[in-house]
T-cell receptor, first 117, second 113 residues
Framework: AQTVTQSQPEMSVQEAETVTLSCTYDTSESDYYLFWYKQPPSRQMILVIRQEAYKQQNATENRFSVNFQKAAKSFSLKISDSQLGDAAMYFCAYRSASGGSQGNLIFGKGTKLSVKP | EAGVVQSPRYKIIEKKQPVAFWCNPISGHNTLYWYLQNLGQGPELLIRYENEEAVDDSQLPKDRFSAERLKGVDSTLKIQPAELGDSAVYLC???????????FGPGTRLTVL
């Protein structure tokens, strides 16, 4: 079974600085997708960024980028120029690209990010 | 375009009482998911629907939980009877297909006293 581990329960960053959130995962599959979701206090999960395992190039979305290390099964999120609105819970998630569990997201426990003004 | 709608947003009940949660997915989304999110944890899938068919309900505790998706649109998740350990947030999500992006609703926070 696949697992996702986020080893940082809480992180803090100064406004305008850069922060990196860590995520590792375990799988025997070769084809899969990885995601970072943001969950503000309103509880609505919002997709931040996604990465296809077959792509070597790291995904980037504006101030958000990932460092995908397939061999190490590591998938970290870098937030540049942090803003107060980035404060939230961040979840790393895995999704198989094959088999009956296709489409089912497996989440880590999350990292609570605080942004200091 | 409206997002995923869930109601109620909050529900407080006594243990052993029944409770139901309702989800209206984004129009045209044939895949619907119910997730359970315990405090301090990530969401865990309870059940996935493809149209009106429950294609993955392996994590649904069937002794007390039930779900339905009549006509392949709205869905209802029911707990009967509720236990103290059921206190959590219940999230609904929908997508155009199981490999497409999932859009989440705001969830229902259940408190069982």
């Amino acid at each position: 079974a696949q697992t996702v581990t986020q080893s940082q329960p809480e992180m803090s960053v100064q406004e305008a600085e850069t922060v990196t959130l860590s995520c590792t995962y375990d799988t025997s599959e070769s084809d899969y997708y990885l995601f970072w979701y943001k969950q503000p206090p309103s509880r609505q999960m919002i997709l931040v960024i996604r990465q296809e395992a077959y792509k070597q190039q790291n995904a980037t979305e504006n101030r958000f980028s990932v460092n995908f290390q397939k061999a190490a099964k590591s998938f970290s999120l870098k937030i540049s120029d942090s803003q107060l609105g980035d404060a939230a819970m961040y979840f790393c998630a895995y999704r198989s690209a094959s088999g009956g569990s296709q489409g089912n997201l497996i989440f880590g426990k999350g990292t609570k990010l605080s942004v200091k003004p | 375009e409206a997002g995923v709608v869930q109601s109620p947003r909050y529900k407080i009940i006594e243990k052993k009482q029944p409770v139901a949660f309702w989800c209206n997915p984004i129009s045209g989304h044939n895949t619907l998911y119910w997730y359970l999110q315990n405090l301090g944890q990530g969401p865990e899938l309870l059940i996935r629907y493809e149209n009106e068919e429950a294609v993955d309900d392996s994590q649904l505790p069937k002794d007390r939980f039930s779900a339905e998706r009549l006509k392949g649109v709205d869905s209802t998740l029911k707990i009967q009877p509720a236990e103290l350990g059921d206190s959590a947030v219940y999230l609904c999500a929908s997508s155009l297909g199981r490999l497409r992006e999932q859009f989440f609703g705001p969830g229902t926070r259940l408190t069982v006293l």
